[in-house]
């Protein structure tokens, strides 16, 4: 087999544009795999190179190195981020956004996956992190996920994947190529009523038409938290509207930080190891990152 890689792989991308927080330096290679032979291909070409294998979705939980990214950077588009109807199931690639799913479930009537919505990321994505919302928990829906590697690929059932609290089982180099939900049929005026309920939620919680990734730290489930959410505790120990640079905790929601225009990854490093410092020093707790890293991200209180 040739070790050129295959020619839809790009040298040196920007990816920075694929975050929604807008940070972070270049892919050393960058691809678009449409289907699950390309991606078996990019896979098996990257592991005989000895090249490392990142997957970046909607980017809405991600956090990129401003030194860039080394290795090979891999986006699902086309077929495996499409949307298929079979009859009370969906069948999604792993590139779909799980808004797009709970709106297109909503349409046709299907009731069980309404939590997606508020949810801003890929179904590979939310399968790697068990994702949930609002009550809602993506296993609960969840039929199988087939995961491609190096080696091919295969279905998985829910009680492989080893869903945990934010997290599963999955290891480097196997991804989330399609997944099936299984749903309920339910009157659509009633789950688009539903969708529009959780939508208004989120806006009134949370900061809206800004550059963010989402949460920044972890619920945690020290007792000296006494309950209280990561927001809560970074509120109360003053963080609301902190900035280092161009990155700001959020003045409506302290567990979002937001680029302010042009914030560096170093900034929102940064801006996160004083706001993890003030809830210590306010309540003795511990927050650890919600936010995924890509690249040679260094939390400093982890060094």
């Known amino acids: 087999m040739s070790d050129q890689p295959p020619r839809s792989v790009r040298k040196d991308f920007p990816l920075s544009g694929l975050a929604t927080v807008r940070t972070g330096g270049h892919a050393e290679l960058f691809a678009r795999a449409g289907g699950e032979p390309e991606l078996v291909e990019l896979l098996g070409w990257a592991k005989r190179a000895g090249v490392e294998v ?26 495996l981020a499409a949307i298929e109807l079979d009859g009370t199931s969906l069948v999604c690639g792993g590139g779909a956004r799980l808004p797009s799913v709970a709106a297109y479930a909503a349409r046709n009537g299907l009731s069980g996956i309404e939590f997606g919505v508020n949810i801003p990321g890929t179904v590979g994505g939310a399968v790697r992190m068990n994702a949930n919302a609002y009550g809602g928990e993506l296993a609960s829906a969840l039929e199988w996920a087939r995961i491609v590697s190096s080696s091919g690929s295969r279905r998985r059932a829910p009680e492989e994947l080893g869903f945990a609290y934010r997290g599963s089982n999955l290891r480097p180099g196997e991804i989330v190529a399609s997944v099936r ?25 949370q900061p ?53 225009g042009a914030a560096t990854t170093a900034d929102v490093v ?6 993890r410092r003030l ?3 306010s309540f003795g707790v511990e927050l650890e990152p919600e936010v995924q890293t890509l690249g040679a991200v260094r939390f400093p209180w982890a060094s």
């Open 54 to 79: 990142n997957v970046v979705g909607s980017g809405s939980n991600l956090l990129v190195a401003d030194e860039g990214v080394s290795g090979l950077v891999l986006k699902l588009d086309r077929e």
């Open 181 to 205: 939900f299984s749903l309920v049929a339910s009157d659509p005026v009633t789950v688009k009523a539903t969708l529009a309920q959780m939508r208004t939620r989120r806006h009134e919680a």
């Open 279 to 281: 809830v210590i020093e």
């Open 208 to 260: 809206q038409g800004i550059k963010t990734f989402g949460s920044t730290f972890k619920n945690p489930d020290d007792p000296r938290a006494a309950g209280r959410t990561a927001g809560l505790l970074l509120a109360q120990a003053g963080c609301n509207g902190l900035s280092v640079g161009g990155a700001r905790f959020a003045p409506k929601h302290a567990n979002f930080i937001e680029n302010t």
């Open 270 to 275: 940064a801006l996160m190891a004083e706001g």
